[in-house]
């Protein structure tokens, strides 16, 4: 399941870094990325739900547990279903905005 994890984190680390690459790098980009502020809010919650795997993954506090009604969720796994669920809306929106 670690390597799974990290191999999630390497994606939304890709999305994250092309995201800010077209940012930085064009200036249209920025003017279309400007344009699409829930773009942008799903990549800072993409970043956040990242610092929580990491957080999870490699620290003492990686045993902690998050109830949610009957379920006990460990922090990590919260943080790998965020970026999961965040990478995957983000490529979409992405996606979605650059075709005709």
Known sequence: ???VAILIALAVLYW???LAYAYFANSTERTRLNN???LLVIALFAALSLAVLLIGIYSPYG???ILIGGQQFRIWLVGLIGCVVF???GFMMRRRKAGP
């Open 87 to 89: 990478t995957v809306v």
């Open 63 to 65: 045993n902690l547990s």
């Open 16 to 18: 994250l870094g092309s």
């Open 36 to 38: 699409q502020p829930g």
């Open 1 to 3: 399941m670690t390597i």
